[in-house]
Nanobody
Framework: QVQLVESGGGLVQAGGSLRLSCAAS????????LAWFRQAPGAEREFVAG????????YYADSVKGRFTISRDNAKNTVYLQMNSLKPEDTAVYYCAAVYRLDNYVATPVAGYDYWGQGTQVTVSS
């Protein structure tokens, strides 16, 4: 079992930056692949970025490549999402997700993750 708590959301102007954090409970954090998803009003939850259990593999949605960076600190049981050059279309609730893995695979579907945080709102004004 792992519990995830996101923080760092807020209101920012277009072109600005935010860093989201997701703190996890448990002593086996390094055995989980982690990801960030987002869900805008009326839309389905979508994959944003993912990182393997080792941190050696990262994947990004095309819409955020070059602007967002996912990273993890296994010593602090925390995963981060650095978001730069934010756009109004990035407005959504952002969720942290985790799944136990024996390998360094990173899933992109929602169904690929077993544990979810409560979400943090990111609003980008134009």
């Amino acid at each position: 079992q792992v519990q995830l708590v996101e923080s760092g959301g807020g209101l920012v102007q277009a072109g600005g930056s935010l860093r989201l954090s997701c703190a996890a409970s448990g002593r086996t954090f390094s055995t989980y692949a982690l990801a960030w998803f987002r869900q805008a009003p009326g839309a389905e939850r979508e994959f944003v970025a993912g990182i393997s259990r080792s941190g050696g593999r990262t994947y990004y949605a095309d819409s955020v490549k070059g602007r967002f960076t996912i990273s993890r600190d296994n010593a602090k049981n925390t995963v981060y999402l650095q978001m730069n050059s934010l756009k109004p279309e990035d407005t959504a609730v952002y969720y942290c997700a985790a799944v136990y893995r024996l390998d360094n695979y990173v899933a992109t579907p929602v169904a690929g993750y077993d544990y979810w945080g409560q979400g943090t709102q990111v609003t980008v004004s134009s």
